[in-house]
């Protein structure tokens, strides 16, 4: 069976969460109650397939420490940047770390490719050769599979189509209540209570 490669763009996948969550309508302050549940997210990345290497890249807040452990508790390795660096995009330097591990994997491995499976819909960067998306079509020419894994409202449509005719794109929307549950409301807030993930169904994932 082949070996999956996973590479998170966290930063990408929760803030476009946060706005699905208000689409659903979620109740009071779903936008901020929303959370990512990592088990089930991580599940549905690997597939129930042996995980070669994970790596997950975000920002500092002290909020999310408690992820950022959890996530690396289980292996995974996790590159970190202050978001409020001056003079820095806040997404710029995460991008270029996932990519530059994809690339170093597509070398180490050029011999045995696996599966990548990538989280997130940014596909930045395409017209200038740079970016994921090139970087996925660098992987796929020296055999790799693809898929990627994102919210449908945000990824790039050139890549989406990318994804679709050449390996697979699995929708999170059509995953939303089981990667996802809902904190409750805060002391002195609006009443709203929290929601717990459902199970997964990995039947309905698309495979590359």
């Not at 597939?47 to 290497?53: F, G, K």
């Not at 408690?66 to 970190?80: A, F, M, P, T």
């Not at 978001?83 to 995009?89: A, I, K, L, T």
């Amino acid at each position: 069976m082949d070996k999956v490669f996973i590479y998170w763009d966290n930063s990408n996948i929760f803030h476009e969460a946060q706005r699905f969550a208000e689409e659903m309508d979620e109740g009071p302050e779903g936008r901020w109650r929303v959370r990512i549940h990592f088990d089930n997210m991580l599940r549905l990345a690997h597939a129930d397939r042996p995980m070669e290497r994970a790596c997950a890249a975000g920002s500092v807040p002290p909020e999310m420490r408690q992820l950022w452990n959890r996530l690396e508790s289980y292996g995974i390795e996790v590159q970190l940047f202050d978001r409020g660096s001056p003079g820095r995009d806040e997404q710029e330097m995460p991008d270029r770390v996932l990519q530059l591990r994809m690339l170093e994997d597509a070398l180490d491995y050029n011999g045995d490719p696996g599966i990548v499976v990538l989280l997130t819909g940014d596909g930045a960067g395409y017209q200038e050769g740079v970016g994921f998306h090139r970087t996925l079509e660098r992987m796929h020419r020296r055999g790799w599979r693809i898929e990627i894994l994102s919210w449908a409202h945000s990824c790039n449509q050139r890549m989406r189509r990318w994804a679709e005719e050449n390996g697979a794109f699995i929708a999170l929307d059509d995953f939303y209540h089981s990667v996802t549950f809902l904190q409750p409301s805060s002391p002195g807030r609006e009443l709203a209570l929290s929601r717990s993930s459902a199970p997964l169904d990995l039947s309905l994932r698309p495979m590359a």
